[in-house]
């Protein structure tokens, strides 16, 4: 699969998370809460899903694969929103979330 890096989240209290994954165009993404606990004390690190995507462009499941675990609730609720365009067919691909704390 042809992979391209993701990123454009915005500079709010939101992760500065960068995403890599499949090459179907992801329409609507929702940037994971970085939990403010874990951002203050700067732990970050990675999470990777494994994702299915209906045909329609709907997240269907979500499936850890690895990375951090203190960090996999924010990862997991946040592409469970993410939107992709249609396709004739279910996908399944591995999407890569950075948290990167921010130095204060």
Same mark, same amino acid.
């Given at each position: 699969?042809?992979?391209? $890096? $993701? *990123?454009?989240?915005?500079? #709010?209290?939101?992760?500065?998370?960068?995403?890599? =994954?499949?090459?179907? &165009?992801?329409?609507? +993404?929702?940037?994971?809460?970085?939990? =403010?606990?874990?951002? *203050?004390?700067?732990? @970050?690190?990675?999470? +990777?899903?494994?994702?299915?995507? *209906?045909?329609?462009?709907? /997240?269907?499941? /979500?499936?850890?694969?690895? @990375?951090?675990?203190?960090?996999?609730?924010?990862?997991?609720?946040?592409?469970?929103?993410?939107?992709?365009?249609?396709?004739? #067919?279910?996908?399944? %691909? =591995? /999407?890569?979330? =950075? %948290?990167?704390? +921010? &130095?204060?």
């Amino acid at each position: 699969m042809l992979f391209c $890096l $993701l *990123t454009a989240f915005g500079a #709010s209290s939101s992760a500065p998370a960068r995403a890599l =994954e499949s090459a179907r &165009k992801l329409i609507t +993404r929702v940037a994971p809460k970085y939990p =403010e606990y874990l951002q *203050t004390h700067e732990i @970050g690190g990675v999470v +990777r899903l494994n994702v299915t995507v *209906t045909p329609s462009g709907n /997240v269907k499941s /979500v499936t850890p694969v690895g @990375g951090n675990p203190i960090l996999l609730d924010a990862a997991t609720d946040a592409v469970k929103q993410w939107k992709y365009a249609p396709s004739d #067919s279910s996908d399944t %691909f =591995e /999407v890569k979330l =950075e %948290f990167t704390p +921010r &130095k204060q």
